[in-house]
């Protein structure tokens, strides 16, 4: 294996900006972006609070393209590249590793819900030997909740065994502290980074060998978040933690994609952010008030985000 | 609205053949399409029995293609066009009213766990408007089972007061009789048809008014199961509702989609029906052995199956 710089810390699925007619908004998306680097956060595009499942194959393709056009470091990118369908997600993944991006986050194929371990096996082995690319590094996504499909220890085990060095590590958004202890423990011995889905596991993932976290907060609370994640040995680690849960359970009362945007469009003074794409819907009015409300009062703010004063 | 002919009766969601190398093999699906034809049992194809949710939109827009240039009846196709993106919906849909497919059968999109009639409806709202086509027709397909995001009563009533005539039908694959029933009963006023996902309603269903049915059973049994449709006014209609149950219970001890290919495998004789794409995993050697048996204590065949002797 080759000594590539492996891609930690924090990471943000970025919400993606829609315009009025729903289409995929690439300027707000480089803007955002380049705001989330500046803050130490990582870019795990199409992620599940990106809404990648509502784009298609080539608008993430599109997207992508654009933001590494744009200058983005492709060694600061996760995209999430799996599909349901193993050849669209064999076409994500090779137009990924040869833009140079630091891995892959993959979904297992959601649909179908009668599917054992070897079914899922086969289909990142599949993906593995058609992308058939020495640079390429997956980190599985396990979020249960969401893809109600997950990845179990033992497909993990079995997976490594086979593509060692290929499988880089995991996104654990189950929300169950037991399982991502189990990831780590039983996998410590391995070059596999296990990232929490939520920086409420932040402190604790650290303390016990974690990567950093990927969290859709980190849309909107960046730089608190990097923070920890740079300066967890430090004494106030555990009141920085608190800091961060607080900001988190605002976001925890709405429904979180719809939440993140609102955020973005009040503290950027920017209302195109609120669009969604269906299924979603946007924050009501009296919801976006008592979000921002809530946030005003734990003194929560931006700074720096595109479009604010 | 024009007076189209509506397609009703029985439809499968037709199984999908894969080469060596997981490809669609067009071939052995215009063959198998065409002996269902025979056995007046229409086509719906990319249905989740198809695995439809395992192919991209390029090469599903290439089956369709083939089977119309190979001749078949758009008149008697239902195409699955309901994917996670609009935009993707949108692409199929399009494709397939252009071909002149009689409906196109929708799931709704999948991904997103928590979300509200008011999205799945400016879903669907947004694939009418952008196909933009006094011929669709729509069939909503509920199968809470496997997509888990269901389609309501409430959202039918809502779609059918905005886009009445567009939203032609339902499939009805929850296995609630309870439900097929209240929606045959609420939407009996309406140009509506309802098709419940398994024949074991069939009957139940035609007495009731609905529409016939669509059910993975009938891409190997389409003969008895297109007869009890056509004569189910007649004094053994019950009798043939058992026999038409008791095929149905075999399959009922396997995974349903390698269980139906590896009978198409063995009646036809030709083994490369048995591949599935992953997730899924073909029937193993004791499995098809088991199967088989079964089938043959019932005295069960396929007459005049493609590849066949």
């Given at each position: 294996?080759?000594?590539?710089?492996?891609?930690?810390?924090?990471?943000?699925?970025?919400?993606?900006?829609?315009?009025?007619?729903?289409?995929?908004?690439?300027?707000?998306?480089?803007?955002?972006?380049?705001?989330?680097?500046?803050?130490?956060?990582?870019?795990?595009?199409?992620?599940?609070?990106?809404?990648?499942?509502?784009?298609?194959?080539?608008?993430?393709?599109?997207?992508?393209?654009?933001?590494?056009?744009?200058?983005?470091?492709?060694?600061?990118?996760?995209?999430?590249?799996?599909?349901?369908?193993?050849?669209?997600?064999?076409?994500?993944?090779?137009?990924?590793?040869?833009?140079?991006?630091?891995?892959?986050?993959?979904?297992?194929?959601?649909?179908?819900?009668?599917?054992?371990?070897?079914?899922?096996?086969?289909?990142?082995?599949?993906?593995?030997?058609?992308?058939?690319?020495?640079?390429?590094?997956?980190?599985?996504?396990h979020?249960?909740?969401?893809?109600?499909?997950?990845?179990?220890?033992?497909?993990?085990?079995?997976?490594?065994?086979?593509?060692?060095?290929?499988?880089?590590?995991?996104?654990?958004?189950?929300?169950?502290?037991?399982?991502t202890?189990?990831?780590?423990?039983?996998?410590?011995?391995?070059?596999?980074?296990?990232?929490?889905?939520?920086?409420?596991?932040?402190?604790?993932?650290?303390?016990a060998?974690?990567?950093?976290?990927?969290?859709?907060?980190?849309?909107?609370?960046?730089?608190?978040?990097?923070?920890?994640?740079?300066?967890?040995?430090?004494?106030?680690?555990?009141?920085?933690?608190?800091?961060?849960n607080?900001?988190?359970?605002?976001?925890?009362?709405?429904?979180?994609?719809?939440?993140?945007?609102?955020?973005?469009?009040?503290?950027?003074?920017?209302?195109?952010?609120?669009?969604?794409?269906?299924?979603?819907v946007?924050?009501?009015?009296?919801?976006?008030?008592?979000?921002?409300?809530?946030?005003?009062?734990?003194?929560?703010?931006?700074?720096?985000?595109p479009g604010s004063?």
């Amino acid at each position: 294996m080759t000594d590539v710089a492996r891609i930690r810390g924090v990471l943000s699925p970025i919400v993606t900006p829609f315009d009025g007619d729903l289409r995929p908004d690439a300027e707000r998306l480089v803007a955002h972006a380049r705001w989330l680097l500046d803050n130490d956060v990582g870019l795990a595009v199409f992620g599940t609070n990106s809404e990648a499942n509502s784009l298609s194959v080539a608008e993430k393709r599109a997207l992508l393209d654009h933001l590494v056009e744009a200058g983005l470091p492709p060694s600061r990118m996760m995209p999430g590249t799996g599909c349901c369908s193993f050849s669209d997600s064999v076409e994500l993944t090779t137009h990924a590793v040869k833009l140079g991006c630091a891995g892959v986050l993959m979904l297992p194929p959601f649909y179908y819900k009668v599917v054992t371990d070897e079914g899922l096996y086969r289909n990142f082995a599949e993906i593995i030997e058609r992308v058939g690319d020495e640079r390429l590094r997956i980190y599985l996504y396990h979020i249960p909740p969401v893809a109600q499909v997950g990845i179990s220890l033992g497909l993990i085990e079995r997976l490594l065994s086979a593509y060692g060095g290929t499988i880089a590590g995991v996104k654990d958004s189950s929300g169950d502290w037991d399982n991502t202890q189990a990831m780590l423990e039983q996998f410590q011995s391995e070059e596999f980074d296990v990232f929490p889905g939520a920086e409420s596991f932040l402190l604790a993932a650290l303390r016990a060998g974690g990567a950093g976290c990927i969290s859709a907060t980190a849309n909107v609370n960046p730089g608190p978040i990097a923070r920890l994640a740079s300066s967890w040995e430090s004494s106030d680690a555990d009141d920085q933690q608190a800091a961060l849960n607080a900001v988190r359970a605002v976001f925890q009362n709405y429904v979180v994609i719809p939440g993140l945007k609102a955020a973005i469009a009040h503290f950027g003074g920017d209302p195109a952010w609120g669009v969604v794409r269906p299924p979603l819907v946007e924050l009501q009015p009296d919801e976006r008030a008592g979000l921002i409300q809530r946030l005003e009062a734990l003194g929560f703010s931006m700074p720096g985000l595109p479009g604010s004063a």
